[in-house]
């Protein structure tokens, strides 16, 4: 096993990724799962490996991912975002094009709360004059 890996964590709504880049053939790991057993629809192994396409690094590394929260979306999500912050760990070049595709942005949205005194975030209760 190689001692060189770059790490990085990724967020995207409630989920969390910790991603670890290692030299070697482009295997992706998800949970001590592969990628296509994981991630079982094409668009979420698609989003997941965005960031390897961007900078032509795809068969250069060997991802493992611990991932956790939210859903299957909000999970392909944080885990783009965590390759892409590994990979600017292991190359600071390769910022500008990840940045410009926009890899390194973490995405705000977030479920907004329930407020006290009414049934939902912005939902009202029904208001009658009489």
């Keep these: 096993?190689?001692?060189?890996?770059?790490?990085?964590?990724?967020?995207?709504?409630?989920s969390t990724a910790r991603v670890f880049l290692r030299p070697g053939t482009g295997n992706l790991t998800v949970n001590d799962k592969t990628l296509d057993q994981y991630f079982f629809n094409k668009t979420h192994q698609m989003v997941v490996k965005q960031p390897l396409e961007a900078s032509d690094t795809l068969s250069k590394f060997d991802v493992v991912v611990n991932v956790e929260g939210g859903g299957m979306h909000g999970q392909a999500g944080a885990v783009q975002h965590g390759i892409?912050?590994?990979?600017?760990?292991?190359?600071?070049?390769?910022?500008?094009?990840?940045?410009?595709?926009?890899?390194?942005?973490?995405?705000?949205?977030?479920?907004?709360?329930?407020?006290?005194?009414?049934?939902?975030a912005r939902k009202r209760f029904q208001f009658s004059k009489r």
């Design 84 to 120: 892409a912050r590994a990979l600017v760990d292991f190359s600071a070049e390769l910022r500008q094009v990840l940045k410009k595709a926009g890899f390194l942005t973490r995405d705000p949205r977030m479920k907004e709360r329930k407020k006290y005194g009414q049934p939902g």
């Design 1 to 14: 096993m190689s001692t060189v890996q770059h790490y990085g964590t990724g967020r995207r709504k409630t």
